[in-house]
Each structure stands twice: as C-alpha cells, then as structure tokens.
C-alpha cells in the first residue's frame, strides 16, 4: 500500500492513511505518505473509509482485506454508498469467491442472504 499511496499522491492527488491507535502509538510501518489519522478500533477505521473515500479497491492482502472488502460490499448493497467497489488480487484461492461477488454485483442479483 505505501507504494500506491506514493504514485497516487506524486499524480497529485489526496492520500489518507487511517492508521489504529494503541497505546498512544500508531501503527506505521515505513515512510508515510499523505495525511495520517489515527482511529481507536477497526469500525471507527472502516466507517471513517467510508465516508472519506471516492472508491474502493482492495489490494491483495488477508482476511482484514477480504472483511473489509466484503463491508464496503454490503455496504452498497444496503444502498449506503454507491461508491465504486473494486479488488486487484492476483490469482489466487480467493478467485471463486471473488468470482462469485463480482458476478452477482454485476448482475444486480442482491437476493438471498443468511438464515
């Protein structure tokens, strides 16, 4: 993600890190980039995303990438965004359920859910 956040902000555009505070310290590792918020918990994190981003792509990454990919998701699902939602994973074990979001997302079959 640093080099993203780099290229982005030399094209001159806004960079955001929201990084989470523990302790009194943030967690950062290398060079930051942009401008650096701290959040106390990974709710406020994902909630401040939300409202502050333009777009969403998710970059390979693990189960907090996936969580929070699948939020953001849900999220416009709910009608709560109509933000642009994207991923850039590489090939993967995650391919058949991205295949399986990306597929409905794309259909606009929303139906069905958890019992």
């Known amino acids: 993600m640093g080099v ?3 290229i ?6 806004n960079v955001l ?3 989470k505070y523990i302790y009194g310290l ?3 590792i290398g060079t930051t980039t942009g401008h650096v918020k701290p959040v106390i918990d990974m709710h406020q994190r994902k909630t401040k995303m939300m409202r502050e981003s333009d777009c969403f792509i998710a970059l390979p990454g ?3 990438t996936l969580e929070e990919l699948f939020e953001v998701i849900s999220w416009a699902q709910l009608g709560v965004h109509v933000k642009p939602v994207n991923s850039l994973f590489i090939p993967s ?5 991205f295949f399986y979001v990306f597929h409905h997302k ?3 079959n929303y139906a069905g859910g958890f019992a």
């Open 106 to 108: 794309k259909k606009k």
């Open 62 to 64: 693990g189960y907090g």
């Open 26 to 28: 943030t967690q950062i």
């Open 93 to 97: 074990l995650c391919d058949v359920i």
């Open 17 to 19: 890190g929201l990084n």
């Open 4 to 6: 993203v956040s780099q």
């Open 8 to 13: 982005v902000h030399q094209g001159g555009c």
